[in-house]
């Protein structure tokens, strides 16, 4: 009798992919990459145990179900994990894949179909009591559109916001103060929708000022069973997309973020969701909390839950979709400590977060110690990709106290060496020393009330000086007729 290794698709690239992968090795299964021409030298394509060339790209051929799913068929993978970013919400390719008879990493096409329209989550939410901002429906086209905006708009008060009701990654949002914004930002919102959604659908929140973005993951299996691990702390951003990951929460009412795990957990049950997943949450200034959405994907920061919890969430991700049941109890989960998550990015703060896509990494030196996790693709001689994003490589952190992942933190940032590239490590290493996040006490609003941090003389840095040291030396080594 034969026994066939269970073997799985990984249908993404680059650190998330590396990520996967290795989880898949570790349970002994076998891991299919996929890949673009520009990825062909990318490290996730040689830790898979097969890759397939899906095109040139670039990212059409990642974003093409009908490739994916025929790769997965052709290297007899029974199973695919879509990662973050690219089809990882996208209700369709989950469909592909049960309809193909392959296991979609994640919860159903219905439950991500439900989830991923907002105006459909909200009512999901609202039958079963999970307190929710004020909101409407989706807006109707023409004038009856605008009247029924600026009637919820002069009931609730702006400002307001417009979003995209497929929304998602901080895409598709827009602060509307008054009734002559209303009028113009409508059109574009809906044209913004369309271009990034293809539905041009939107609607409208009540704005909560200068809040706290709170998030819960939760794990749930096919039998019934759904648990929480704790909140993560998301509320340093920059246009509604997170720079910063901390977990757990540093709000200082533990009461209140018991009922919001609880209230997570709630969540999750009333939408039928199974396998790993995020229910994000806003809180006001009076502590008052609000269901924002449910993330239907592992999220690019899993990484500091997984070090104050040490679960693998990952690897729980995969067992859960082949049908294991989870093997822990609520009173099982014991989050020890802090963990903050960096996105070193290629890419220049000072310059509106220009990425850097183009240029070699000259030097790579990095950290490392007690609680220290890296999880990257870059390293010396790396060329960043022009047509993907600009993440490097993700820092995570741990210590026991607040203070000691701080210190760990800074550390960390003083002794990590990219040259070549600009990268928001001289960026994050105002942020590590500047007074209210040392004090916990940071809100979305932050970058705004603190544009101190966004000026620093990078010569004045000791990893900036031994970067550009490094580079001039590595300049001299390969241009001996320079002076």
């Given amino acids: ?20 992968i290795r989880a898949i090795q570790e349970l002994g299964y076998e891991a299919v990459a996929i890949y673009e021409k520009p990825d062909a030298r990318s490290l996730h394509i040689r830790l898979a145990h097969e890759a397939v060339l899906l095109g040139n790209g670039p990212r059409r051929d990642y974003l093409n179900i009908a490739k994916i799913i025929r790769a997965a068929q052709a290297t007899g993978a029974q199973a695919i994990h879509p990662g973050y970013g690219f089809l990882a919400e996208n209700p369709l390719f989950a469909k592909y894949c049960e309809d193909a008879g392959l296991i979609f990493i994640g919860p159903s096409s219905k439950v991500i179909a439900d989830l991923g329209n907002k105006v459909v989550a ?30 919820f708009a002069a009931q609730y008060g702006y400002p307001v916001m417009l979003k995209a009701t497929a929304g998602g990654g901080g895409r598709g949002i827009r602060r509307v103060d008054s009734e002559q914004q209303m009028f113009d930002q409508l059109p574009i919102a809906r044209a913004e929708a369309l271009a990034a959604f293809n539905d041009d659908s939107v609607y409208l929140e009540k704005l909560v000022l200068n809040p706290k973005h709170v998030e819960v993951q939760i794990l749930a299996d096919h039998y019934g069973k759904t648990l929480h691990l704790g909140t ?16 757990p929460s540093m709000v ?3 009461e209140l973020l018991e009922e919001i795990c609880h209230t997570a957990v709630k969540a999750a049950r009333a939408a039928g969701y199974t396998n790993a997943g995020t229910v994000e949450f806003l809180i006001d200034q009076n502590y008052n909390y609000y269901f924002m959405e449910i993330n239907t994907r592992i999220q690019v920061e899993h990484t500091v839950t997984e070090m104050i919890t040490g679960i693998d969430i990952v690897r729980k991700q995969i067992q859960l979709a082949f049908g294991e049941p989870l093997d822990l109890e609520q009173e099982d989960i014991r989050p020890r400590g802090h963990a903050i998550e960096l996105r070193i990015n290629a890419e220049d703060p000072k310059n509106n977060f220009m990425p850097e896509g183009g240029k070699q990494v000259l030097v790579y030196r990095s950290p490392g110690g007690f609680g220290v996790r890296l999880d990257g693709i870059v390293h010396q001689g790396y060329q960043i990709p022009e047509v993907y994003d600009s993440l490097l490589v993700k820092m995570t952190v741990h210590g026991f106290t607040w203070d000691e992942t701080v210190n760990r933190c800074r550390r960390c940032l003083q002794n990590f060496v990219i040259a070549g590239p600009k990268t928001t490590i001289p960026f994050y290493m105002n942020i590590v020393e500047e007074p209210d996040f040392i004090a916990g006490n940071f809100d979305t609003s932050y970058l705004e009330t603190h544009p101190q941090l966004f000026y620093y003389d990078e ?21 001996p007729f320079s002076s």
């Fill in 1 to 20: 009798m034969t026994i066939t290794k269970k073997k799985i698709l990984v249908a993404n690239r680059g650190e998330i992919a590396i990520r996967i």
């Fill in 122 to 151: 909200r009512q999901i939410m609202a039958s079963h009591g999970i307190p929710m901002v004020p909101g409407t429906a989706n807006l109707p086209q023409g004038p009856q559109g605008e009247e029924d905006a600026l009637a």
């Fill in 232 to 247: 993560r702390d998301c509320s340093i951003q920059r246009r509604n997309q997170k720079l910063i990951e901390i977990a």
């Fill in 252 to 254: 200082s009412k533990p």
């Fill in 459 to 479: 010569d004045k840095s000791d990893v900036s000086k031994l970067s550009k040291f490094i580079t001039e030396i590595h300049y001299r080594k390969h241009n």
